[in-house]
């Protein structure tokens, strides 16, 4: 069965450093999101990319997030100068029709 | 802004009870989805509903949503271990609600 991968599972990082979160979503699929979720809270929208481009963001995601995807199959989301503030797990997801439908395993970011 | 209420925030029950779990919001939703998350691991989508009023069934869980598509509820009947996990509701890509953590006892 497909799925969504994401690399690598868990993150651990100083402040101020950058990290890239890399996700590869189902192959015929043309809508990605990204989404945290800090430990015990609710899963948050960060990010949604078909065609290419950005098509949503919500206000958590300001400069210095970006979202890129490079060549086809990946699906990356860099956190530019982390804060402790961004401790939380990140989620990837993809669908097929715009309605988000598989999520990725998560990549849990620890900033210290 | 759209806010979404789901309650309780959490249930623990033992092994064979029911139990009903509630999606509220004031606005009106074209559709709507029924997640499961474990935790460390991603939600995982269970059911979209998108007409007022319709029933879904997935074996033992039971997916509704109301007549005015502003609220849902999913009924577990005979709640087993392997149910427990947080659920969580959303109308799509931009919100979720808080989700109800469940806890079935053996």
């Known amino acids: 069965e497909p799925e969504v991968t994401q690399t690598p599972s868990h993150q651990v990082t100083q402040m101020g450093q950058e990290v890239i979160l890399r996700c590869v979503p189902i192959s015929n699929h043309l809508y990605f999101y990204w989404y945290r979720q800090i430990l015990g809270q609710k899963v948050e929208f960060l990010v949604s990319f078909y065609n290419n481009e950005i098509s949503e963001k919500s206000e958590i995601f300001d400069d210095q997030f970006s979202v890129e995807r490079p060549d086809g199959s990946n699906f990356t989301l860099k956190i530019r100068s982390t804060k402790l503030e961004d401790s939380a797990m990140y989620f990837c997801?993809?669908?097929?029709?715009?309605?988000?439908?598989?999520f990725g395993p998560g990549t849990r970011l620890t900033v210290l | 802004t759209q806010l979404l209420e789901q309650s309780p925030q959490f249930l623990s029950i033992q092994e064979g009870e029911n139990l009903t779990v509630y999606c509220n919001s004031s606005s009106v939703f074209s559709s709507l989805q029924w997640y499961r998350q474990e935790p460390g691991e991603g939600p995982v989508l269970l059911v979209t509903v998108v007409t007022g009023g319709e029933v879904k069934k997935l074996k033992r869980l039971t997916f509704q949503f109301g007549d005015a598509r502003k609220d849902s509820s999913l009924h577990i009947t005979a709640a087993q271990p392997g149910d427990t996990g947080l659920y969580l509701c959303?109308?799509?890509?931009?919100?979720f609600g808080q989700g109800t953590t469940l806890q079935v006892k053996p």
């Open positions: 959303g109308p799509g890509k931009l919100i």
């Open positions: 997801a993809s669908s097929e029709t715009g309605q988000v439908e598989f």
